[in-house]
């Protein structure tokens, strides 16, 4: 008789912070005489935090199973083995290595534990965010509704379409009063074409007051919309307009910092005895400011005052809540974990809003939930287009496991899986491989330390800036090649866990560098947009409306440096998608319970013949 070793559990991936977590291990008593059976949990590889006996609870003439029942009383991400004695001699169950099959072993052997185990929160997100299309859009880039002029003394004011200024101003800065007067009145008139695309969560970009800066991520009035954005009574028509189409607003906001020019920073400044002084870290005639830019005082969140701002009654959220469906927080990973639980908690006093947190790389599992319930999945934008690119599958395979492994599934099923946004290059750019970053940065990091711009401890920033202007336009083979490879990105997006979101005119071709070249003017005229590639992102869009992923297992069925195969599954439908990033015609292994459907989608592919052409994939439906 083959010697049997086998786990299961209840729940399978996650469990609620002090429910029980039940975990089952079954054992050929042919390995000889067993005894004092364990099961250890423990947090990123520290000593075990919990040993838990384990119970006989059955036994055969092959088998014995052993049962333990844990309760967890701290969020995080555990692991767990199993240890015991066989015949006198202390062993381990842990994961070969060489398999991915339990095995017994001794117990200093380097093997995995069993994945991740979530203790979440228990927490509930609005059903209609889960299978989103998202779209996020720049508001003074998108659309200049009703052809409006701008209204505000001393802004820089330009004629839509003209290249974004990307020089220093006269006083030697590089500045952001660089206004084309896109408006909320506009992104009314486009939600037509928003629903083309399939979208039904539209992301705004901030639209509160400030003076001097374009993209309004250093606020003068948190409290007031922009003039040239528009007003509250344009906000509440857009609401609703948008939620009798199907769609739903959620609205970037910054609360780390605001603009040096807003009248509350400035009587702080001036008044020592102001009750706004402890809302800043002054000291003197000087104040902490984010990353270095004088423009951009950081708030106190130790302070009550700042606090009643942001989240109080007659706060910030309060004001703004009733007009959008969820909530974007700029630098979320600065704001405290109670700033953040403040906000969520007064904005779904106005029905249940999406909270959603700009972080760079992994949430801890004691945000989500509680602070926030999704994140920008940065991590799995540089993971899809370093394979896209290089690939290398098994890196990839690591890369999405390990964030698939550290979420709860309400956060999986709602976190943004964007290709480019506001503060990268796009897509489009960064997959024409002219300039991209290899290992261990992010493949957008071109200007990381170490890059050709940086000479000794100095960057070179107006020869890089240069290089971005001179660069910037993809024209012939190699916008095609570009375009090649974004369709390949674009189906793994849509159909990897989470919500894909779309930067604004990456469908229609609009290329850039970094900040400013990626953020200029939708072109609206027809001329200017790629209608073969529109044509492609409304045609995924319609196509994944037809799968319900939310809940759904995931599992990587083939990965090698070209193709990537993988299938997803829950208890309405299946999913199993393929992909050819390379050169090749490859031919696949598609499961028999996928063979005959007629819910296709097809890039340079063959379901008959079951082989994907270079830069192609199939998606299939069940």
């Given at each position: 008789m083959d010697k049997i070793i086998r786990v299961t559990t209840s729940p399978k991936q996650e469990v609620e912070v002090g429910k029980t977590f039940r975990v089952m291990l079954e054992i050929s008593n042919t390995y000889g005489w067993i005894g004092n059976v364990q099961v250890l949990f423990n947090q990123y590889g520290e000593a075990p935090s919990i040993v838990k006996q384990m119970i006989k609870e059955e036994e055969n003439d092959d088998t014995i199973k052993y049962c333990a029942e844990v309760q967890f009383n701290r969020l995080g991400n555990y692991f767990f083995f199993f240890s015991l004695e066989i015949n006198?001699?202390?062993?381990a169950i842990k994961i070969s290595r060489k398999t991915n099959q339990p095995a017994l072993m001794y117990a200093w052997d380097e093997s995995p534990y069993w994945r991740e185990l979530v203790i979440q929160q228990g927490f509930e997100v609005p059903e209609w965010s889960k299978d989103a299309i998202a779209y996020q859009l720049f508001v003074d880039r998108f659309c200049n509704g009703g052809d409006k002029k701008g209204k505000q003394e001393g802004r820089k004011y330009r004629v839509w379409g003209d290249f974004p200024?990307?020089?220093?101003?006269?006083?030697?800065?590089?500045?952001?009063n660089d206004f084309f007067c896109g408006n909320i009145e506009g992104i009314c008139e486009r939600l037509n074409y928003l629903k083309s695309l399939a979208v039904t969560i539209v992301y705004l970009s901030p639209i509160t007051e400030s003076l001097y800066r374009y993209e309004r991520y250093a606020s003068t009035n948190h409290m007031e919309i922009d003039p040239d954005a528009g007003t509250f009574e344009d906000l509440d028509k857009l609401h609703k307009k948008a939620n009798e189409m199907g769609m739903y607003i959620i609205l970037d906001i910054a609360f780390n910092h605001c603009s040096s020019d807003n009248p509350i920073f400035k009587e702080a400044m001036r008044n020592p005895n102001s009750k706004y002084r402890d809302w800043f870290y002054i000291n003197g005639s000087s104040y902490n400011c984010w990353y270095g830019f004088p423009d951009m005082p950081i708030f106190n969140q130790q302070s009550r005052g700042y606090q009643d701002y942001v989240y109080g009654k007659d706060g910030v959220v309060a004001k703004f809540a009733p007009y959008v469906d969820g909530f974007r927080l700029d630098l979320a990973s600065e704001l405290q974990s109670f700033v953040l639980e403040g906000i969520r908690n007064c904005a779904n006093q106005y029905g249940k809003h999406l909270i959603l947190g700009e972080y760079w790389y992994k949430v801890p599992i004691e945000i989500l939930g509680k602070g926030l319930d999704c994140p920008t999945n940065y991590p799995f934008t540089d993971a899809i287009l370093k394979f896209v690119a290089f690939g290398r599958g098994a890196d990839f395979v690591g890369k999405l496991y390990d964030v698939l492994e550290s979420y709860p599934q309400n956060t999986i099923d709602t976190m943004f899986n964007s290709l480019d946004t506001h503060d990268m290059m796009r897509a489009i750019t960064i997959l024409s491989l002219k300039c991209v970053r290899d290992e261990p940065d992010r493949i957008w990091e071109i200007d990381k330390e170490g890059s050709r711009w940086h000479v000794g401890d100095r960057f070179l920033t107006d020869e890089f800036r240069q290089f971005e202007f001179d660069n910037d336009k993809l024209?012939?083979?190699?916008?095609?090649?570009?375009?090649?490879?974004?369709?390949v990105a674009v189906i793994l997006q849509y159909f990897l866990p989470g919500i894909p979101c779309i930067y604004y005119g990456t469908e229609v071709g609009v290329y850039g560098f970094k900040d400013p070249f990626n953020r200029k003017c939708f072109p609206w005229k027809e001329e200017?947009?790629?209608?073969?590639?529109?044509?492609?992102?409304q045609e995924i869009g319609e196509f994944r409306k037809q799968y319900q992923g939310a809940g759904s297992s995931f599992e990587v069925l083939y990965a090698d440096n070209d193709v990537f195969i993988f299938r997803r599954k829950n208890g309405?439908?299946?999913?199993?998608?393929?992909?050819?990033?390379?050169e090749q015609r490859r031919y696949v292994d598609v499961p028999e319970d996928f063979k005959h459907s007629s819910k296709t989608f097809t890039l340079n592919a063959n379901t008959d013949q079951n082989y994907l052409e270079p830069y192609g994939g199939m998606i299939i439906l069940k």
């Open positions: 006198g001699e202390t062993k200024d990307w020089h220093r101003n006269s006083s030697g800065h590089f500045h952001n024209r012939g083979e190699d916008y095609e090649q570009a375009v090649r490879r974004l369709k200017d947009q790629d209608k073969k590639l529109l044509c492609y992102f309405k439908n299946s999913v199993f998608v393929a992909v050819n990033r390379g």
